[in-house]
């Protein structure tokens, strides 16, 4: 027995070592509740089906807003940008103007003049809360009516001000401290911008664009969503950030291996939805969410076919959208590349890619080796003491 | 059948401002057409507008007298590239169809009955959709036969 007790004190101490290295002597604190996966506390069935009934409301009260805003239209026929309408409150006549004036530069700068379909921006001023015996409406959330739920040739707008806009729309506070208002006129164009710089989606594209509720149409500009400042990358994107990861982890599979570079995930998840051959329903009401850059399959998804329109072309990307074949082929046929690798470089160009799968720390990692060495040596001068009898 | 039948294209009411262009270059090319095929400003010519998608089709209902010649004649905007004209039977049979000549066609016709005939559309190639379009139905005098 007693050759045996140096090899069991080895084994122990090298067990020692290596969960020294690899496990936290303290044990890992928690980064805190995330905010990207953490989950609120669930209700009782009564609460939670009370706010589903009231979610359903609030949707079916925006759409039923948006047709009787359609119904009620009196489109200006001098005018080639956007009409513009005020609801909630009635700001001051040169505010209008000022609007009008920012809303043309906006549509000059897109590259749009005459369009077939034009665009009606509904701007919801901030007004108090509803009375007690009925949900609040959605004061909150971006909703566009698509042309073809009304007529052809009309796509609205809705853009709910909120307290920051409303203030400087009907003058109440100082306008040298409101920045950004042409980008948040631009952003609030939404689809309605891909709908009159390339007409109505053909049957494929539309359905696919309508399955994942626009999430890569939202933004037609190039700069980004208020200049970058706010856009789904300078949110969900940077690693500066502490929330990157979180962010990472809250993602799908495919945007993950998309975001480390990886074409077949880049694939998928610009794909997502494109084999669905889903009707497209009359009206058809787009509800953006509240934190629309948190369910995205593509980051920064947003500009996505912005961007690729204006790699490719008006004429490809018009060959693209109005396209009978799958949505695959029509879009590589348009970029003259696979999809997967096209969209690869072009995630690259945002983010650098992140690296996937087990990755020591290095101390970790130089422990280990050492060990192992040790262990080799061991062995090896073990086997040359070792004498048969 | 993959297009749709469109009942909200047969007729312009709320037409915005926007689309009036598309809508003016229709009307221009239909007055065009009609003039090209009866010089003599031809009374009771029946006229139809509005717009379709890619693949889409609309369809409506004329009356044509028996032993009239007719021209039926069809134009589209500048963004289209093929329109198909279809005259059909009340109940829904083809009597003559028009697919080959791209953004103008026309049908020459001249009725054993009167009856409603039909006249289907078909938005064959649109390159931004929607596109214009506009039928004109052109009498064009009685059948010396």
Not at chain 1, 80 to 91: E, L
Not at chain 1, 151 to 169: E, K, M, N, Q, V
Not at chain 2, 28 to 40: D, K, S, W
Not at chain 2, 88 to 94: D, Q, W
Request: some cysteine; overall charge positive.
């Amino acid at each position: 027995m007693a050759p045996v007790k140096p090899w069991v004190a080895v084994g122990l101490t090298a067990c020692f070592v290596l969960a020294l290295a690899y496990l936290p002597p303290r044990g890992a604190k928690s980064s805190g509740k995330s905010i990207f996966v953490g989950q609120s506390p669930q209700g009782t069935p009564a609460r939670q089906h009370a706010q589903a009934l009231a979610e359903e409301w609030r949707n079916a009260d925006a759409a039923l807003r948006l047709l009787e805003d359609r119904q009620g239209m009196k489109e200006d026929a001098f005018r080639i940008s956007p009409t513009i309408i005020f609801r909630g409150a009635t700001p001051p006549p040169n505010a209008v103007r000022n609007v009008e004036t920012v809303m043309d530069s906006v549509w000059r700068g897109l590259g749009l003049g005459e369009t077939k379909v034009g665009v009606t921006l509904v701007i919801e001023l901030q007004r108090p809360s509803g009375s007690a015996d009925s949900p609040t409406p959605l004061q909150d959330r971006v909703a566009y009516l698509t042309p073809d739920s009304t007529d052809r040739t009309t796509c609205i707008a809705s853009l709910p001000a909120g307290p920051y806009w409303t203030s400087f729309l009907l003058g109440k506070r100082d306008t040298r401290y409101f920045g950004g208002f042409a980008q948040w006129l631009q952003a609030g164009l939404g689809p309605c911008a891909f709908y009159a710089a390339y007409g109505t989606p053909g049957r494929r594209a539309g359905s696919w664009l309508a399955a994942r509720n626009w999430d890569l149409g939202l933004y037609l500009g190039a700069p980004g969503i208020a200049g970058e400042r706010s856009s789904s990358l300078a949110l969900m994107g940077d690693p500066r950030f502490s929330w990157f990861w979180d962010a990472v982890y809250s993602f799908p599979p495919a945007t993950v291996a998309c975001l480390a570079g990886r074409r077949s995930g880049c694939r998928a998840a610009v794909l997502a939805g494109a084999a669905d051959e889903g009707t497209i329903p009359v009206p058809n009401v787009i509800l953006v969410e509240r934190r629309w850059w948190r369910v995205q399959l593509l980051l920064p998804g947003e500009r996505y076919l912005g961007d690729v329109a204006r790699t490719v072309g008006r004429n490809r990307f018009l060959d693209f959208w109005t396209s009978e074949q799958p949505v695959d082929t029509a879009l590589a046929a348009a970029l003259k590349r696979p999809v997967g690798e096209w969209t690869a470089d072009w995630e690259r160009g945002f983010v650098r890619p992140i690296r996937l799968g087990p990755t020591p720390p290095l101390g970790a990692a130089a422990i280990a080796l050492a060990i192992a060495v040790l262990v080799l040596i061991v062995v090896a001068g073990a086997a040359s003491r070792r004498e048969v009898r | 059948m993959k297009a749709v039948v469109v009942l909200v294209a047969t007729s312009i009411v709320t037409t915005p401002a926007v689309a009036q262009r598309w809508q003016r270059q229709v009307e221009e090319r239909a007055q065009r057409a009609v003039q090209a095929i009866e010089p003599a400003k031809p009374l009771n010519v029946v006229k139809r507008s509005g717009m379709l998608n890619l693949n889409e089709s609309v369809s409506f209902e004329t009356t044509l007298r028996q032993g009239q010649r007719y021209a039926i004649v069809a134009v589209c905007d500048d963004d289209c590239s093929r329109l198909e004209l279809t005259l059909l039977t009340p109940s829904r049979s083809e009597i003559a169809k028009e697919a080959n000549s791209e953004s103008l066609p026309t049908l020459h016709f001249t009725p054993s009955t009167t009856m409603s005939y039909g006249i289907r559309v078909v938005m064959g190639g649109c390159r931004w959709n929607p596109c214009w379009y506009a039928v004109a139905v052109v009498p064009l005098g009685e059948n010396p036969l």
